[in-house]
């Protein structure tokens, strides 16, 4: 699959583990606090400074029993920005899991 940019419909991140059942990837928008609330970024609104708390959540999506390097593009699960698609590419990084 070919893909170029990022556009206004899709984003392009790098999954994180892979497994026969799943894949993963940690979300570029929708981060968890201390206070278990989800924010839309890493940084307080208020004070500009990044919220040492702050973990992006990790979005699983079904991997078909394929391990291999390939880019994948699933209907974002994010809750914070659910309008989006997403390309997940799966590479020689993507820690696999049996
Ligand atoms: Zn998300």
């Known amino acids: ?3 170029s940019d ?3 419909r899709n ?5 994180k583990t892979i497994n026969p059942i799943h894949f993963t990837y940690d979300c570029p928008y929708c981060y968890r606090i201390r206070s278990g609330r989800l924010v839309d970024s890493p940084f307080c609104k208020r ?3 990044l919220l040492s708390s702050a973990v992006p959540t990790r979005h699983f999506h079904g991997s ?8 994948e ?3 974002s699960h994010c809750t914070v ?3 989006k698609g997403v390309f997940i590419k799966i ?8």
């Open 1 to 3: 699959m070919e893909i």
């Open 6 to 8: 990022e556009d206004d």
């Open 11 to 15: 984003i392009i991140v790098e999954a």
């Open 47 to 49: 004070t500009k400074r």
């Open 64 to 71: 078909g029993g394929d391990l291999s390097n390939r880019i």
């Open 73 to 75: 593009h699933r209907v």
């Open 81 to 83: 920005n659910d309008d």
């Open 91 to 98: 590479t020689n990084k993507t820690k696999r899991y049996k």
